[in-house]
């Protein structure tokens, strides 16, 4: 067997260029005549945003949902279409081009303008699928649909956000087409995978925690809410349900995102010449790191979190 190869090390996900690099190598790949020109102007604008240099809106104070989500996301997203067009799919530039802006600017909902404050909690949660189509609603009409979309470009992206929701349910969408179908599905599972397979994954699920469920709990205790998925009623508690929602992961891509995962090996194998998806060696990696530290450690967990 030769050396293992992670990841993290194929690219450089904490350099946002490095990522945009990658993005635009595959898309001229899968498709020579893609406007890469198109891209870059959005990625100028997605790391502006994000950095609070977008006016009217606030720089992003969010450690889950932050621009390094958003990239991995992407990026995610970009491989999983590379694969889906090495299994013989072909997709349109103008679908290519709005599914990549729907990876990039799919959690910009919990970015508030000047203007606005913004809680925290499930309630928000629910609202950022709306809230991100709003944005990319009037930053598509602000540079005229890039000279690429059409109207039904701009439903295609609403159905997109819907497979990003923390409550998906695919049965209960009626999609307009299969080939949006697909980019849908692909877009959420390359949410999944794109944080469940960071490095720090398991030491920014303490800010996820902060970000939706401390409040959530207040707002629980005040609603005697009896959901059949409980708020975690502390850190610790979060991790023993990521750990348990792992166990169910497979099951999920099965049902809800028709297992496109799979084609993600097909993407190693072409780009980098790997017999594996590394996605679920990362994910399974930091699992078992959390399965690990819960065991032994307990509620004194957090003080074995240390990478960095």
Known sequence: MGNIVLLSSLVNMDE??????????????????????????????????????????????????????????SLATTRLIHAAHLDGRRFTNAQLFSTIITSFFHDVGYIPKASEEFGTGIKLSLKIPNLSFDFINQYLKKNNNFNLLTADDLLNIKFMLQATAFNFDATKVKFPSLEVELLAKIIGTADLLGQMADRTYIEKLLHLFDEQFQEQLIEDDEEDNNSSTPTPINELELMKQTSQFHDNLKENFGKNFSGVNKLMKLHFKDRWNIDDDLYDVAIANNINYLKEIINKYGQDFKKHLHRH
């Open 16 to 73: 946002p260029k490095k990522v945009f690099a990658e993005i635009e190598f595959l898309l001229s790949s899968i498709s020579p005549t893609f406007p890469i020109e198109k891209i870059t102007k959005v990625l100028e604008d997605l790391i502006s945003l994000y950095k609070g240099e977008y006016p009217p809106y606030k720089a992003c104070t969010r450690k889950f949902h932050d621009l390094k989500h958003s990239t991995d996301v």
